[in-house]
């Protein structure tokens, strides 16, 4: 993610800003303010002098996504592969997966149940994904869908 963010001319770091509420730069529209503010916080100095400067962020895949032992099979959000004896109908073959266990593994939801969430309705049924809502027909690996072909473990999908 590419972005322009307020740093510290002399600390050279990124600035903090205050921005809703009392005093928040939203409220006042005032740069100078906000920093003051949004800096005292976070306990790191200001030196009362910014610039504005282009920044990078890289974030990882894996937001929101369950521990491998624990993450859903295929046929949970796919129902139309409850027949398959394997997955390479989309993916690409690949000869050290076991599709079949791969796909109709299923998933233990005591860690979330554990961590207060109410998991009961997930247990022991499928369609997870509403592909209607979505914009597909439906399932897309009957209907087609966004990718031609999903590898497993490359990175080569459009």
Same mark, same amino acid.
């Given at each position: 993610?590419?972005?322009?963010?307020?740093?510290?001319?002399?600390?050279?770091?990124?600035?903090?800003?205050? /921005?809703?509420?009392?005093?928040?730069?939203?409220?006042?529209?005032?740069?100078?303010?906000?920093? &003051?503010?949004?800096?005292?916080?976070?306990?790191?100095?200001? +030196?009362?002098?910014?610039?504005?400067?282009?920044? &990078?962020?890289?974030?990882?895949?894996?937001?929101?996504?369950?521990?491998?032992?624990?993450?859903?099979?295929?046929?949970?959000?796919?129902? +139309? /592969?409850?027949?398959?004896?394997?997955?390479?109908?989309?993916?690409?073959?690949?000869?050290?997966?076991?599709?079949?266990? /791969?796909?109709?593994?299923?998933?233990?939801?005591?860690?979330?149940?554990?961590?207060?969430?109410?998991?009961?309705?997930?247990?022991?049924?499928?369609?997870?994904?509403?592909?209607?809502? /979505?914009?597909?027909?439906?399932?897309?690996?009957?209907?087609?869908?966004?990718?031609?072909?999903?590898?497993?473990?490359?990175?080569?999908? &459009?």
């Amino acid at each position: 993610m590419k972005g322009i963010q307020p740093a510290d001319a002399e600390n050279r770091y990124l600035l903090v800003p205050h /921005l809703f509420g009392p005093g928040g730069y939203w409220n006042e529209l005032n740069w100078q303010k906000a920093f &003051e503010t949004g800096m005292k916080s976070v306990n790191l100095p200001y +030196s009362g002098k910014f610039a504005w400067t282009q920044t &990078e962020m890289y974030w990882g895949l894996h937001h929101e996504v369950m521990p491998k032992n624990m993450a859903l099979s295929c046929v949970q959000c796919h129902d +139309s /592969l409850k027949g398959e004896k394997t997955c390479n109908r989309c993916h690409q073959d690949s000869r050290n997966v076991n599709f079949k266990e /791969l796909a109709h593994k299923g998933t233990d939801f005591s860690f979330m149940a554990d961590q207060g969430r109410d998991v009961s309705a997930l247990v022991g049924t499928t369609d997870y994904i509403d592909f209607k809502s /979505l914009g597909y027909k439906g399932d897309p690996i009957v209907y087609g869908g966004r990718f031609k072909q999903l590898p497993l473990g490359q990175g080569n999908v &459009e």
